[in-house]
Structure formats: C-alpha cells, structure tokens
C-alpha cells in the first residue's frame, strides 16, 4: 500500500471498528500493518519535538467532514485507505485527546531509525502547500510563492507546483481531487468557536473558498511570483472586483486607449457613479501619464500589456516607477502575454489580472479569472469576492490545473506559430498592415523584447480592402472558429468591427480605433503548415 509522506511524522495506528473513531488513542501507539496481511512485520515512527497540540495541528489538514467520508468497509479494512487517512481519521474528533508531549514517551522500543525519520521541531512553514507541515485544512497566506528548489522552470512550475510537496487534500492520487462542496462542517462548537477567533482555519462557506481551488491559486502565484492569488468566475469579474476593491470613492484611475471593450465600458460609465474620475491615455504616451499624476490624486493605472485587439505594449517597468512615486498602485491585464512571456510583478507591477478563460485554461471550455499580488494586496480584493459572491466552481478550477500542465508547451508553439505567420503577413500583398509585437515595425517592439521572452500567440493585421473583404477572407478558412475569444488549443478568427462593436455606427468604431478591415487570429496547437496553407488560400478569395 503506498504510503503518503505524511505518515512520516506521524504515530501508527492499527484500524479499529469503531465507525465513529470516538476511543481514545492507545497510549502505547500500536504499529500499523504496511499490508493488508495482518501477520506482516511493522514498525513504529516517534513524533520528534511533538506535543498534543503539535499533533493536532498536523493531523488536522484533511477536509472536515473528511470521516463521514469515508464508508464502514474502508474505516474496518486498512488496506483500502492511505496511512495519512487513518491516521487523521481516527484523530479527527479527538484532537485533545491525551497524547504523549514527547517523543520518549511513545514506544522507544520499536522507532525506526533516525535517517528514516523526518525531525519536526515548533512549528514548521508551509512550502508549496506542503500538507504534512500545516495546522488546518486550509491553506492560505501565500504559501505557493515558496517553491522547491528543484522547481526552477516555468514548466516544472506548470506542471507540479500546489501539488507535488502536497495538497490541502489528503490523497495518493497524481491528480488533484474535485472538492464538490458547498460548506464545510466543524466538529464541535468550540472549533467553531476557535475559527471564529482566529485559532483554526477553514473555509466555512463555498463561497469563501474550496481545495481544488487552492491548488490552482498557488500554482498560479508560483508562476506569476506572488504572494497571494485569488481566483474567480471570470476575467471580466476580476477586473471589477479589483476596481471595486483598490479604488476609493472619489478617487482617480488612469487606463489606455486599446483595451477590452467591457471594461472600458465599465471604467468610463459605471465607475463615474460612484465618484470616481478616469483618465485615458495612449498606451505610449509617458508625458500624458506624468501630467495626469501630478493633477490628480491618482490610486490606480489599470492597462492591458500586450492590449486588446492591437497589441500594444506598456513599460510596465517605467510606468510603475513613475506610479509609484505618487502613491499610484499598478495593475497589468497580462492575458494576451501569459505568465510564461511575461513576469509582469517582476517588472514593478502591483497586481497581475488574466482572464484564465483564454492561455492558462488553454482548452476553450472553462471561465475563469483571477488576481496575484501581494497578500495585502489580494486579501482587499479577496475581501470583496467574497461579498460580491463570484466563486469559480471546483470542476472549473480543476480544468485550469489540467490546462495549466501543458501552459508553457502551449504557449511555445503558439509563440512560434504566431511570429512566423506575422512576418508571412506582413510581406503579403493582400495585407495592408500586421501588429505584433515581435515584428520589428511594432511600435513597441523595443519594450516587448525587453520585457516578454516571447511574444504571443494572436497576430492582428489589416487586409487589402473594406469591411466586405474581411468578411471574405474569414468566411473562406477552413481550419480557425469564428468566436469571440482566444488563447486555446483550438484557432479562433475574429472581426472585432462585426463581434465586439457592430452596435456601433462605422463613425462609431473609428472613434475608438476599430477598423472596418481588422482581423484578430489567434493561432492554436495545429500544424504551422496546415495553418500557413489555409490562411494563404484565404487571402486568395480577396
């Protein structure tokens, strides 16, 4: 039977028919078979520097109503569950119980050796959620920032960070459980009690938090290099959230030109409501950013690097410098980059938003967003999540640990899809105009190098012609879905004059930028040739 590193600090235990696990623990701390054969050779492991409320605090990392989980059978037979179960199991109810405050009281006789032993002395720190070392099932404070050595890559970190030094959730599983729960339960009143006065920690209510959850928040703030991250049901939602949360009344917020048409929408409409004055600039233009600074009381430069549909790149390095010498906080909507192109707090940002429907979900099949930062920072924001009530939904924060396995091999091939296209593009004579930013004619493409190690996986470009050749050239591909949105395995074409402003009049989307002949691609997981082949006889319908 596979044994959970956590039993490694632990006491053994032998598996009792008491279903409710209401008797006390044998003071002698009985060996625990290794096999479901009941004459197999055990041994036992002391607790090193233990005491009772040292164990306590060890045991109790497992769901609350972890217990009433588990049937009769698997409670009688021990084969059936992991030695961390049982032991957590047969300890969940009582915590207090009479243990013994040192290790020489538990069993000298038969310890395992020292080099087999993992030494606990005072309370330990959390490193990557690292359940055998924490006092509760809830993992909170930004835990996932500390990561193993050996995590050094944004793929070793993709793939096991939040779960490969353990999990809020006991299991030998590889993959990380669906916590399916709407509240947690407390044993007794006075945990309840110890909860409500800072003692022990737990989520108390679906809405304020669940593990799976967990895990994918701190996989995401070793990415991001966070403290703290805070997930939720939608990019859009986040971004709310975030302005609701870091922006007072009466305040001042700074945002740029090319940005997502819903949370323009928001910042120059609703916010205004409460008092709130904006201020749009152009993405570049670092003297109307000083300016607007030194007239206003300013608590927020909310902008997109790269933005949404043109590409536009910010420096996030500069911009933050000059915002922070005015008290001004820093937030990068960094969907377009991904937190493998781009360390958006590492170049001076306070807070890092995505829209985790696109990149880090990577499959077009789940909403999501969220926030990382500082935990002073996201435990504001965290504050009104919780009253606001967007929680992402477990099976949907189980999708994003799936998507983000394979994120940074995603994200290389549609790094290198997207610039071999553009510069296809870019020589076509079909093609008025392309914006990316890993062509050198980008605007911004000295800030881009400088601050992303690749640079994305949407091109936009400009065909020859109106509105009517745009329309063309998509009705004519093959291969890419006509959808409003991006970053999944699956090619998705998009007119932002047709999906996003056709309420707007063609003096309308001028205005704002939008061109009748604008295409946005966003290039997925198929074959670079397939893809060249079908754009190219696309273009040659126009």
């Given at each position: 039977?596979a044994?959970?590193?956590?039993?490694?600090v632990?006491?053994?235990?032998d598996?009792r028919?008491?279903?409710?696990?209401?008797?006390?623990?044998?003071?002698?701390?009985p060996?625990?078979?290794s096999?479901?054969n009941?004459?197999?050779?055990?041994?036992s492991?002391?607790?090193?520097?233990?005491s009772a409320?040292g164990?306590?605090?060890l045991?109790?990392?497992?769901?609350?109503?972890?217990?009433?989980?588990?049937s009769?059978?698997?409670r009688?037979?021990c084969?059936?569950?992991?030695v961390?179960?049982?032991?957590?199991?047969?300890w969940?109810?009582?915590s207090?119980?009479?243990?013994?405050?040192?290790?020489?009281d538990v069993?000298p006789?038969?310890?395992?050796?020292l080099e087999?032993?993992?030494?606990?002395?005072g309370?330990q720190p959390?490193?990557?959620g690292d359940s055998?070392?924490?006092?509760s099932?809830?993992?909170f404070?930004?835990s996932a920032?500390?990561?193993?050595?050996?995590?050094?890559?944004?793929?070793?970190?993709?793939?096991?960070?939040g779960?490969?030094?353990g999990?809020?959730?006991?299991?030998?599983a590889?993959?990380?459980?669906?916590?399916?729960?709407?509240?947690?339960?407390?044993q007794?009143?006075?945990?309840?009690?110890?909860?409500k006065?800072?003692?022990?920690?737990s989520?108390?209510?679906?809405?304020?938090?669940?593990?799976?959850?967990v895990?994918?928040?701190?996989k995401?703030?070793?990415?991001?290099?966070?403290?703290?991250?805070?997930?939720?049901?939608?990019?859009?939602?986040?971004?709310?959230?975030m302005?609701?949360?870091?922006v007072?009344a009466g305040g001042?917020?700074?945002?740029?030109?090319?940005?997502?048409?819903?949370?323009?929408?928001?910042?120059e409409?609703i916010?205004?409501k409460m008092?709130?004055?904006?201020?749009v600039?152009d993405?570049?233009?670092?003297?109307?950013?000083?300016s607007?600074?030194d007239?206003?009381?300013?608590?927020?430069?909310?902008?997109e690097s790269?933005t949404?549909?043109?590409?536009r790149?910010?420096?996030i390095?500069l911009?933050?410098?000059?915002?922070?010498?005015?008290?001004?906080?820093?937030?990068?909507?960094?969907?377009?980059a991904?937190?493998?192109?781009?360390?958006?707090?590492?170049?001076?940002?306070?807070?890092?938003?995505?829209?985790a429907?696109k990149y880090i979900?990577g499959?077009?099949?789940?909403?999501?967003?969220y926030?990382?930062?500082?935990?002073?920072?996201?435990?504001e924001?965290?504050?009104?999540?919780?009253?606001f009530g967007?929680?992402?939904?477990?099976?949907?924060?189980?999708?994003?640990?799936?998507?983000?396995?394979?994120?940074?091999?995603?994200?290389?091939?549609q790094?290198?899809?997207a610039?071999?296209m553009a510069?296809i593009?870019e020589?076509?004579?079909k093609v008025?105009r392309?914006?990316y930013?890993?062509?050198?004619?980008h605007?911004?493409h000295?800030?881009?190098?400088?601050?992303?190690?690749?640079?994305?996986?949407?091109?936009?470009?400009?065909v020859?012609?109106?509105?009517?050749?745009a329309?063309?050239?998509?009705?004519?591909?093959?291969?890419p879905?006509?959808?409003?949105?991006?970053?999944?395995c699956e090619s998705?074409v998009e007119?932002?004059?047709?999906i996003s402003?056709?309420?707007?009049?063609?003096?309308?989307r001028?205005?704002v930028?939008?061109?009748?002949?604008?295409i946005?691609?966003?290039?997925?997981v198929?074959?670079?040739?397939?893809l060249?082949?079908?754009i190219?006889?696309a273009?040659?319908t126009i």
């Open positions: 039977m044994v959970s590193s956590c039993a490694r632990l006491p053994s235990f598996c028919p008491d279903p409710h696990f209401s008797g006390n623990p044998r003071a002698e701390m060996s625990f078979s096999s479901a009941t004459k197999t050779k055990t041994r492991l002391p607790i090193h520097g233990g409320a164990l306590s605090s045991i109790l990392k497992f769901p609350p109503n972890f217990v009433r989980q588990l009769t059978k698997a009688r037979n084969s059936n569950i992991g961390a179960q049982v032991v957590a199991a047969s969940s109810n009582n207090s119980s009479a243990v013994p405050a040192s290790a020489t069993n006789i038969t310890t395992a050796p087999d032993i993992h030494v606990v002395d309370p959390v490193v990557d055998c070392n924490t006092g099932p809830v993992q404070k930004g920032a500390l990561k193993a050595s050996f995590l050094r890559s944004d793929g070793s970190l993709a793939v096991h960070a779960e490969r030094l999990r809020g959730i006991v299991t030998d590889i993959t990380t459980p669906v916590v399916n729960t709407s509240a947690y339960c407390f007794n009143t006075d945990q309840l009690l110890d909860f006065e800072g003692r022990y920690d989520f108390e209510y679906g809405r304020y938090g669940n593990p799976t959850t895990v994918a928040e701190e995401l703030s070793a990415l991001e290099g966070a403290e703290s991250t805070q997930l939720m049901a939608s990019g859009m939602y986040a971004s709310i959230v302005l609701f949360a870091l007072r001042h917020v700074i945002t740029t030109t090319d940005c997502y048409r819903k949370t323009r929408i928001f910042i409409t916010l205004p008092g709130i004055t904006v201020t600039i993405p570049a233009d670092m003297e109307s950013l000083k607007t600074l007239k206003h009381d300013v608590n927020l430069f909310f902008t790269p949404n549909p043109y590409l790149c910010v420096d390095e911009v933050s410098k000059l915002c922070h010498s005015h008290g001004a906080l820093v937030c990068v909507d960094g969907t377009f991904t937190p493998v192109n781009q360390k958006a707090l590492a170049l001076g940002a306070d807070i890092v938003l995505h829209s429907t979900g499959h077009n099949d789940v909403l999501a967003g926030v990382s930062g500082s935990e002073k920072i996201i435990s924001v965290r504050k009104i999540h919780h009253i967007g929680a992402l939904n477990p099976n949907a924060a189980y999708l994003l640990i799936r998507g983000m396995k394979t994120l940074h091999l995603r994200v290389q091939q790094n290198s899809t610039l071999r510069e593009l020589a076509h004579p008025a392309v914006y930013p890993g062509l050198p004619s605007r911004e000295h800030i881009a190098k400088r601050q992303m190690t690749g640079f994305g996986g949407v091109v936009s470009f400009e020859g012609g109106d509105l009517m050749a329309t063309k050239f998509i009705d004519n591909l093959k291969i879905y006509n959808a409003a949105s991006f970053g999944g998705i007119q932002p004059a047709i402003y056709w309420d707007l009049k063609q003096s309308g001028a205005k930028g939008i061109k009748e002949n604008l946005r691609f966003s290039f997925g198929e074959d670079f040739e397939d060249k082949a079908d190219l006889n273009l040659e």
